[in-house]
């Protein structure tokens, strides 16, 4: 078990105890605050150098960790190298090399293999690797800001600020994980923090993309996701790519959604207060009826803005490593 | 050429081992008693505390020459296996080009006769190893050839490998495969389960190499020819195998020291040095291999020795090749999985050599194309291919100590207990007190 992230590189959620999750939950808490002032910059990592390097693109989550990054006044080297002349042969070790020499403090990386961050950690064990997404393998930050916004939203809802539940409100809370989960990296980091903090968590998926050690995943797997619509307090939708729907893993988008998807007749079912989301880009009308996507209790947009805190806290406390409290 | 004599020893044969001396001269075993008179400037082993038995024999190893020199060539691949106490090789036909024919079988062949082992090659069973097409078996025969496989992949087409299996049975030739239905396998790259879906890494089923376990049993069954099953890696492939045997079917079947010593949860860490096909698979298949080697079902240790150019195993685990070192630690690693201390010393000559040079016809009885005989007791009048085995030696792995020219072994920092001694090669002393002459 870690018990904190503090010094060290996050690569996975997996062994990530209750306080570790806590203690990030809770250092973005501070952050949200820094990003609503006018100048949105705190000087924690002033003269740190902070590489990102995506293998696999993803505008979306290279400017959240960049905007995170700047924030905290350190210098980020953007490596653009899903377009550059690395590419598949290149050994991991040259690239690596090669921007350590520029003397950075961190790295985050993207990268479609699973484990290129843990053996990047492996070649240049002085500088912190910061996982932003490892083929099927894990997606710590999606983990991290999905049970933030979730604990926010909440306690928002009793008149308080997250900090000052801890985690007291994921006990007894039911999230339930729908769709393409033997694919999914964030559904793995999901479950992770969710059980970590406490929540009681169930999976639905077609027989094709649930994963192969399902049994050994501290989560109960539903038959029929129709069953467990009025169970769930929180509803974890995943993206589906497209390709697994056209014959491979199940018949077809259509009938993935049939069986699958969040659809307006089983929204209504929810909970009053059920929160739905999604790490996006949404397949409007495959995963969720576009209806759906717009509901008040649709959060998505909530875990796109706490992207930044959230990425905030991941580099303040594994680059700087400083206990809580010496945040400004 | 010099006499050598091995002092004090226990040599190691069926009918009886007994300790004691013996004197190889002129290529051949000339004298075991319990005394031997050494003659004038003659070698000097001391084999005090050892085993004195057949050299070993290697049913697979991937020598790389023609094509991947970086990683390994004929003369790096037989120093490695010199070390590793073997002498006879038997060179996998996955080279680039494939070993399909017999001017590239004849290169290799005169290549491997420049080393100080006898290296017999493994012609491909289909052109270019593609799946297609019949590579000219019997050709390739005509040169010696007396294994054919296309390994590195299995024969996928069921209708092709009947046919390659009813071509070669009036040849008196013995196909080999690699089991491992590609489409089950699914382009994964460890075994398929608890680790693999945690790390989020495609797997390669158990299945996938049961079902063509199963298929190409059937296939023997049906044209009588005969037929030797690589690398097994699963409990329910050896228990298939072995009841096909009981049951009269012509089939052997080999372990590589990798499968009886390392298990799934080795990839943990995404190291791509403990990638390989078949995958390592759970424990309780350790355990069924290592049992089944000690009661004599599973025929052979065989070392599927592949070399990989060491910036092939820095890519992504996914993308890195398959395959990893074998020659210089198999012993010690067979050694190990017979029990250690229990090891009976007839059990490890016999899957390290007896048995893969029955099943790659390497006999005495058998020779051909200037190669010795090998397998055989060391008793009077064999040939002198000999290995002095210390069962008591602790040593520690280590890759920068090698002799392959790669440095993929999964087993870098392990202490392993038993180790090679002398290797004496077709009469010639190549190997001693664990160093090439
Ligand atoms: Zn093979």
Redesign the pocket.
């Known amino acids: 078990m870690i018990d904190s992230i503090r010094g060290c590189s996050l690569l996975t959620l997996n062994d990530m105890s209750c306080a570790a999750i806590t203690e990030v939950l809770d250092t973005a808490e501070s952050f949200v605050e820094v990003n609503r002032r006018a100048i949105k910059k705190v000087p924690a990592l002033k003269g740190r150098v902070v590489a990102s390097l995506f293998f696999e693109e993803s505008t979306r989550t290279r400017l959240s960790f960049e905007a995170a990054a700047k924030r905290l006044s350190a210098d980020v080297l953007s490596l653009a190298v899903a377009s550059s002349s690395m590419k598949k042969g290149e050994s991991l070790r040259d690239t690596i090399a090669t921007i350590e020499a520029l003397g950075i403090d961190a790295v985050v990386m993207r990268h479609k293999s699973s484990g290129a961050a843990a053996q990047v950690e492996g070649f240049v064990p002085n500088v912190r690797v910061i996982n932003a997404g490892d083929g099927q393998h894990q997606h710590p930050t999606q983990g991290l800001l999905d049970a933030f916004t979730v604990r926010q939203v909440l306690a928002e809802r009793l008149g308080v600020i997250g900090s000052e539940t801890g985690s007291s409100l994921f006990e007894g809370l039911n999230v339930l994980i729908v769709g393409d989960i033997r694919h999914s990296r964030v559904a793995r980091s999901d479950v992770a923090a969710y059980v970590a903090l406490g929540a009681s968590v169930r999976v639905a998926a077609p027989g094709t993309l649930l994963p192969v050690d399902i049994d050994a995943w501290p989560v109960s797997v539903v038959e029929d996701f129709d069953e467990a619509i009025e169970w769930a307090d929180v509803v974890g939708l995943l993206r589906l790519q497209h390709e697994r729907g056209t014959g491979s893993f199940v018949p077809s988008l259509g009938e993935f959604t049939f069986t699958h998807g969040l659809t307006w007749e089983r929204a209504r079912r929810l909970k009053s207060g059920a929160l739905i989301m999604h790490p996006g880009p949404m397949n409007r009308g495959v995963e969720v009826d576009s209806r759906v996507a717009d509901l008040d209790a649709a959060i998505i947009n909530r875990q796109v803005e706490n992207g930044v805190p959230i990425r905030m806290a991941v580099l303040y406390l594994c680059i700087v490593g400083a206990a809580k409290g010496e945040v400004q | 050429m010099s006499a050598i004599v091995l002092r004090h020893g226990l040599i190691v044969a069926r009918a009886g081992s007994r300790l004691g001396d013996v004197l190889i001269r002129d290529g051949v075993i000339e004298q075991v008693a319990d005394q031997v008179e050494a003659p004038p400037g003659a070698q000097e082993v001391d084999a005090e505390g050892c085993w004195i038995g057949p050299g070993l024999v290697d049913l697979h190893t991937h020598l790389r020459e023609p094509g991947r020199e970086q990683a390994e060539d004929i003369e790096s691949g037989a120093r490695a296996g010199a070390i590793g106490g073997y002498t006879a090789l038997v060179a996998m036909p996955n080279t680039e080009p494939a070993l399909d024919n017999v001017a590239l079988v004849a290169y290799v062949l005169e290549r491997g006769s420049r080393t100080p082992l006898d290296v017999a090659v493994a012609g491909a069973i289909t052109r270019g190893r593609e799946g297609q097409f019949l590579a000219p078996m019997a050709e390739m025969a005509a040169l010696g050839v007396r294994l054919f496989t296309d390994?590195?992949l299995g024969v996928q087409d069921p209708l092709v490998m009947r046919r390659a299996l009813e071509y070669a049975k009036p040849l008196g030739v013995t196909l080999a495969q690699?089991c491992e239905d590609e489409k089950l396998a699914n382009g994964g790259s460890m075994n398929e389960g608890a680790v693999s879906g945690r790390l989020g890494l495609i797997g390669r089923p158990a299945v996938a190499e049961e079902v063509m376990v199963m298929r190409d049993l059937e296939l023997v069954r049906l044209t009588g020819a005969r037929m030797h099953f690589?690398?097994l890696s699963t409990a329910r492939s050896v228990a298939m195998v072995v009841a096909a045997r009981r049951m009269g079917l012509p089939v052997t079947c080999e372990v590589t020291p990798h499968h009886i010593t390392l298990d799934e949860v080795s990839c943990s860490n995404f190291d791509p040095r403990f990638k390989v096909?078949p995958p390592l698979r759970v424990l309780s298949d350790v355990a069924a291999l290592r049992q089944g080697l000690r009661d004599g079902t599973i025929d052979a240790v065989a070392t599927?020795h592949a070399p990989h150019a060491p910036e092939l195993k820095d890519l992504p685990f996914d993308e890195a090749p398959a395959g990893m070192l074998g020659l210089e630690h198999a012993a010690a690693l067979a050694y190990e999985a017979l029990g250690s201390e229990e090891c009976s010393p007839i059990t490890f000559f016999d899957v390290l050599s007896r048995n893969p040079a029955r099943i790659a016809q390497l006999r005495q009885g058998d020779r051909r194309f200037g190669m010795s005989g090998q397998g055989g007791d060391v008793v009077e009048g064999e040939s002198a291919n000999v290995v002095v085995f210390d069962p008591d030696s602790r040593w520690r792995v280590d890759r920068t100590a090698l002799q392959s020219r790669s440095i993929n072994t999964p087993y870098h920092g392990r202490e392993l207990l038993g180790r090679v001694r002398s290797t004496i090669a077709k009469g010639r002393l190549v190997v001693d007190e664990s160093v090439l002459v």
Do not use: E
Request: proline share 0%; aromatic share 0%; glycine share 14%.
């Open positions: 390994d590195g690699h690589l690398h096909h599927d």
